[in-house]
C-alpha cells in the first residue's frame, strides 16, 4: 500500500502564475516531511521541508503547507517559472527513520 | 565539489550475470541508501545504511545485497540479476538518517 500519494500525475501551469503541488499521506506517525525536484537524467535534489510541529515552512518562491488533520501537505511555487519543469516527489519520513516517497508528479511550465 | 557518485550510469545485461552497481560520496555523511525508480511507484528504498558496518533492509531488498566497509562508499550487489530489476536505480546520502538526502545522478539498469 502506498502511504504518500501523488494523486495527480502531470500538471501544467502558465509561466507567471501559481503552482500548487498536493499530496497525501496515510500514516500519522510521519513526523518530517519533504519534498524533491528531479530533473530528467539527473539525480532528484531536495527543495523545501517541514517539520510536523509547523504548517508552513516558505523558501523563497517554494512555501510547503503542512495539514496535519487532513494527513495532506502541498508546495506552492509562486511564480511559476519554465525552469520550474520538473518531476517533483513528495517524501515523508517515518519509523525506522525511513523515508517514503510518492509516485511523483511532473509540473510543466509555460512560457 | 560535494557530490554522489555512482557507476556504471548505464548497464545492459543478461538474466544471472551478477553485477555490482558503484556509490561513492564526499562529504563524510553517515546515512547512505539506495533507491529504484519505477514508473507509478516513485522511488522506492532497497537497503539503507547509518553508517560502516551497520545496514538494514529497505521496502524491496529482495534480491540485492549491499556493504559498507567504509563509510564514503555503499556499492549495490545484484548476485543474479533478473528483469524485474530493470528500472532506475539511485543512490544517496545524507548528514543525518533520512534527513536531506543528496542523489547520485542515477544508473539505468536493463536486464535481458
Known amino acids: 500500500d502506498q502511504q504518500v500519494k501523488q494523486n495527480s500525475p502531470s500538471l501544467s501551469v502558465q509561466e507567471g502564475r501559481i503552482s500548487i503541488l498536493n499530496c497525501d499521506y496515510t500514516n500519522s506517525m510521519f513526523d518530517y516531511f519533504l519534498w524533491y525536484k528531479k530533473y530528467p537524467a539527473e539525480g532528484p535534489t531536495f527543495l523545501i521541508s517541514?517539520?510536523?510541529?509547523?504548517d508552513k515552512n516558505e523558501d523563497g518562491r517554494f512555501t510547503v503547507f503542512l495539514n496535519k488533520s487532513a494527513k495532506h501537505l502541498s508546495l506552492h511555487i509562486v511564480p511559476s517559472q519554465p525552469g520550474d519543469s520538473a518531476v517533483y516527489f513528495c517524501a515523508a519520513r517515518g519509523y525506522g527513520n525511513k523515508l517514503v516517497f510518492g509516485a511523483g508528479t511532473i509540473l510543466r511550465v509555460k512560457s | 565539489e560535494a557530490q554522489v557518485t555512482q557507476n556504471p550510469r548505464y548497464l545492459i545485461t543478461v538474466t544471472g550475470k551478477k553485477l555490482t552497481v558503484t556509490c561513492s560520496q564526499n562529504m563524510n555523511h553517515e546515512y547512505m541508501s539506495w533507491y529504484r525508480q519505477d514508473p507509478g511507484l516513485g522511488l522506492r528504498q532497497i537497503y539503507y545504511s547509518m553508517n560502516v558496518e551497520v545496514t538494514d533492509k529497505g521496502d524491496v531488498p529482495e534480491g540485492y545485497k549491499v556493504s559498507r566497509k567504509e563509510k564514503r562508499n555503499f556499492p549495490l550487489i545484484l548476485e543474479s540479476p533478473s528483469p524485474n530489476q530493470t528500472s532506475l536505480y539511485f543512490c544517496?546520502?545524507?548528514?543525518?538518517?533520512?534527513?536531506?538526502?543528496?542523489f547520485g545522478e542515477g544508473s539505468r539498469l536493463t536486464v535481458l
Open positions: 517541514i517539520s510536523s510541529i509547523k
Open positions: 544517496a546520502s545524507s548528514v543525518w538518517v533520512a534527513g536531506e538526502l543528496f
